[in-house]
């Protein structure tokens, strides 16, 4: 029998509490998730690719069913690399879905068999996006709970001492 695989895809710059609640979501869903980081040469990300996944692994250490890859070019194409038909992604608000919907359908337009699974995180984390973890982080702000331990080592290792006003 094949594997139920689910693709997790994202820029994960960096990795935050909400995308680690829909990775724990999934994982009773399907035999096994993988996470796959964008390489993305147009973004000007924080991280390169190779630190999003080592954090990324060093944060799943432990859960067989969970593998961290990175990607580039076509998403349905990596899907294919890795036998997958499903690809996961959060629906934090309203705002999120119109993005959603656009790329769920050209996925599918791209290949039929992928089937988009929307999946939505924790109250606590519908706010929550990459982009305002590194300007909190930046200013100062409290990000207790928002991020896990390792993320924030590595936002003070990289952006060093937070500016306080
Ligand atoms: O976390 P993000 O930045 O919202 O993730 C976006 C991502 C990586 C899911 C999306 O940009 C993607 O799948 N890129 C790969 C290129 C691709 O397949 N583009 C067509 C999809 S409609």
Do not use: W
């Not at 994982?27 to 924080?46: I, Y």
């Not at 990324?56 to 580039?72: C, H, P, Q």
């Not at 924030?152 to 001492?161: D, H, I, M, S, T």
Request: hydrophobic letters at 40%.
């Amino acid at each position: 029998m094949s594997l139920r695989t689910a693709v997790y895809p994202g820029s994960f710059d960096p990795i935050h509490n909400g995308h680690l609640d829909i990775i724990e979501r999934c994982r009773p869903l399907f035999d096994e998730v993988v996470v796959a980081v964008l390489h993305n040469e147009s973004k000007q990300p924080l991280f390169s690719v190779e630190e999003r996944v080592e954090i990324i692994r060093e944060l799943v250490d432990g859960s067989a069913d969970v593998r961290v890859e990175s990607f580039s070019g076509l998403l349905v194409d990596f899907m294919e690399k890795v036998g997958a038909r499903a690809v996961v992604r959060g629906l934090r608000a309203v705002s999120d879905f119109e993005y959603e919907f656009q790329m769920a359908l050209m996925n599918r337009r791209l290949n039929p068999r992928v089937e988009t699974v929307f999946m939505v995180p924790r109250e606590d984390y519908s706010y929550l996006s990459s982009r305002l973890v590194k300007e909190v982080f930046s200013l100062g702000g409290d990000l207790t709970g928002l991020v896990p331990e390792p993320v924030l080592a590595r936002l003070r290792q990289r952006l060093g001492p937070p500016v306080s006003a």
